[in-house]
């Protein structure tokens, strides 16, 4: 019953958002369609400068909607493949030339325009289909019940039978009930098909995305190298002005100590006592440097229990779930407890939350993480933001990073890193 309930329930959904979908693939693909089209023509003539970077820029906005529903939706995940523009672009007309060219140059703007031209044939035909067999047996079962005559016109290919027979009706409602059962069983799949053939136009090609993630690899790879120095930078500055320091304090404590153990026996034992504090402070304050090099609970008992002893220290109430079947490589084990650990460190100190929510789990060969805090919200990756930092640690590894924090909360962070488990 539970089954047949949630097929019920996942058909009229798939009927209600296709009915919504086909709108903007009838009115909104048409019309881009035909502006863009008119815009590139125009372009020889000097008006198409004004119009196509404008244009161009809602047909990629009205694309990247429908890659927004595809992941939302089916979890179909469609690449953003467009180019940025150069930070130095020029203004006034000299920068629109440069940027109507830039986009006419990009491969994923001619992509976009082939699937406008789909999305508005092949796309709303599968829609169509889906809205069409939950919407069509409709009529079958008015025309059984006698209420709308005039569906029953010779006129109409299905009146196949006389007006004023029985057959008429029971036929309607046969027709009705076997395309109510074909709509429950397909309504679904249709719409899921609408975005497998968005996804097969909006997607790059393979030697463009091999392009891509080689641009990808080689900013990660200077961004990797970069942090690492940072991270030498940090460590040497750590052990100079803190263990260092402490100890040179204790090794001159102790040849005081020699000089006076046997004239002052009791300013002797205060040294040593002194001694004794350095030592133990240098030894904690190399534990904490050890800690944020590699800690050692992530090394004996892996990411779940390390994550659990870094919510323990948090200020507020935190929940840790955890669903690894496995242990991951130590360099990505690493990078998880730090991205999930600097993301705690920003709720503590920025979200005004009370109450934390962090969940690791393994599916697909991704490693992935939550961090979700009930906190005032606001939280963004930009210039500035500690989660950039995150999402370069992440990236590192073919990580990513998204980020859901409306105003007013709550603000949860994921996090994923392909991997496998051992």
Known sequence: MGTAKGRVRGALSAVGRGFVLSFACLVGSI?????????????????????????????????????????????????????????????????????????????????????????????????????????????????????????????????????????????????????????????????????????????????????RRIDRLTETRHEAVDTAASELRRIERDLHDGAQARLVAMGMNLGTVEALIEKDPAQARKLLAAARESSAEALAELRDLVRGIHPPVLAERGLGDAVRALALRLPFASEVEVELTGRADAAVESAAYFAVSETLTNAAKHSGADRVRVDIWHTDSVLRMSVTDNGRGGARVGAGSGLSGIERRLGTFDGVLAVSSPAGGPTMVTMEIPCELS
């Open 31 to 211: 019309t881009l369609f035909v502006w863009t089209v008119l815009s590139i023509v125009f372009v020889p003539l000097g008006i198409g400068l004004m119009t196509t970077p404008y244009t161009l820029e809602l047909v990629r906005k009205h694309a990247n909607r429908r890659r927004l529903l595809a992941v939302t939706w089916f979890d179909i995940r469609i690449p953003v493949p467009y180019r940025p523009f150069p930070e130095d672009l020029r203004t006034g007309f000299t920068g629109r030339v440069e940027r109507t060219t830039l986009m006419l140059k990009d491969p994923a703007t001619w992509r976009d325009i082939r699937w406008l031209l789909v999305d508005m044939t092949a796309g709303y035909v599968v829609l169509a289909l889906a809205v069409g067999l939950f919407v069509y047996p409709l009529e079958g079962f008015v025309l059984a019940a006698g209420l709308w005559r005039v569906f029953t016109d010779d006129r109409y290919w299905y009146a196949f039978v006389p007006v004023d027979s029985q057959a008429t009706g029971l036929a309607a409602a046969a027709l009705g009930v076997v395309l109510l059962a074909v709509g429950l069983r397909f309504s679904e799949p249709l719409l899921r098909l609408h975005f497998v053939i968005t996804r097969a136009m909006l997607a790059p090609v393979r030697e463009q995305e091999l392009a």
